[in-house]
């Protein structure tokens, strides 16, 4: 184990200085008892840390290139995509690898990772598709998207998911893996997107201002949270200064 030192920022919980190379991934547990990260090494360079003890849970990993980390939904796994070394899972308590694709697995730079409400599979998006381990047998599958030109973001509830690439975004059952509701559009490229826990809100960055999609209006009530009354019209924000000219 190594220790982590005290912060000399009031708000920091926990920080490690000995990553040789730019950190490009790290993720929080659902619990926000962990937090892991990636770097941009050959060797030992995925790290997992418990946020209370400020400690390393974990002897340093090594996955060449790791260039995308998340936690599973219960925190007990966290998968790994390498920019030429395809994708891995770990058990969160001893590191031992659960799912190794090798290079079989495409992968791209930051690749996006999401996973199904039950922690048993892991979509992982690439240029044009979008590939689906199964952890319990080890198998994967994948299907195309809606566009195969542009890089792609996803984002998931665990229910469905939400996939963006060139200027509009699709929807993907979890399970079924078939497109739901229709596709999204938008008159500038999507830079990134975010989904509500619940899924009712998708979030896309598109060019200066970000917009806000109320899905309720497209998709079944099946794939949502309950437990939010409200219901705004979609909405798009600015983020220019307020005082910039328009």
């Given at each position: 184990m190594v220790p982590s030192f005290p912060s000399p920022f009031r708000n920091e919980k926990v920080r490690h200085t000995e990553c040789a190379n730019p950190v490009y991934a790290a993720d929080i547990s659902s619990g926000c008892t962990k937090v892991v990260a990636a770097s941009w090494g050959t060797t030992d360079n995925v790290r997992l840390f418990g946020i209370g003890s400020r400690t390393q849970l974990l002897p340093p990993i090594s996955h060449r290139k790791a260039d995308g980390v998340k936690f599973s939904p219960d925190g007990s796994r966290?998968?790994?995509?390498?920019?030429?070394?395809?994708?891995?899972?770990?058990?969160?308590?001893d590191g031992s690898i659960l799912f190794d694709s090798s290079a079989q697995c495409a992968t791209e730079a930051r690749t996006p990772l999401a996973w199904s409400a039950d922690g048993q599979q892991l979509f992982v998006a690439?240029?044009?598709?979008?590939?689906?381990?199964?952890i319990s047998n080890s198998s994967s599958s994948e299907w195309p998207i809606h566009e195969t030109q542009s890089s792609v973001s996803i984002a998931s509830n665990g229910k469905f998911i939400a996939c963006s690439a060139g200027k509009s975004a699709s929807l993907w059952d979890c399970v079924s893996h078939r497109q739901i509701g229709s596709i999204i559009t938008h008159t500038a490229g999507i830079n990134c997107i975010a989904l509500s826990p619940s899924g009712m809100y998708l979030a896309c960055g598109?060019?200066?201002?970000?917009?806000i999609h109320d899905l309720r209006d497209a998709?079944?009530?099946?794939?949502?949270?309950?437990?939010?009354?409200?219901?705004?019209?979609?909405?798009?924000i600015s983020t220019r200064p307020h005082n910039a000219a328009v």
């Amino acid at each position: 184990m190594v220790p982590s030192f005290p912060s000399p920022f009031r708000n920091e919980k926990v920080r490690h200085t000995e990553c040789a190379n730019p950190v490009y991934a790290a993720d929080i547990s659902s619990g926000c008892t962990k937090v892991v990260a990636a770097s941009w090494g050959t060797t030992d360079n995925v790290r997992l840390f418990g946020i209370g003890s400020r400690t390393q849970l974990l002897p340093p990993i090594s996955h060449r290139k790791a260039d995308g980390v998340k936690f599973s939904p219960d925190g007990s796994r966290f998968a790994t995509a390498s920019d030429d070394s395809g994708v891995r899972v770990y058990n969160t308590h001893d590191g031992s690898i659960l799912f190794d694709s090798s290079a079989q697995c495409a992968t791209e730079a930051r690749t996006p990772l999401a996973w199904s409400a039950d922690g048993q599979q892991l979509f992982v998006a690439s240029q044009g598709k979008v590939t689906s381990v199964n952890i319990s047998n080890s198998s994967s599958s994948e299907w195309p998207i809606h566009e195969t030109q542009s890089s792609v973001s996803i984002a998931s509830n665990g229910k469905f998911i939400a996939c963006s690439a060139g200027k509009s975004a699709s929807l993907w059952d979890c399970v079924s893996h078939r497109q739901i509701g229709s596709i999204i559009t938008h008159t500038a490229g999507i830079n990134c997107i975010a989904l509500s826990p619940s899924g009712m809100y998708l979030a896309c960055g598109v060019g200066k201002n970000i917009t806000i999609h109320d899905l309720r209006d497209a998709l079944p009530s099946q794939y949502f949270d309950r437990g939010s009354s409200t219901h705004p019209h979609n909405a798009t924000i600015s983020t220019r200064p307020h005082n910039a000219a328009v």
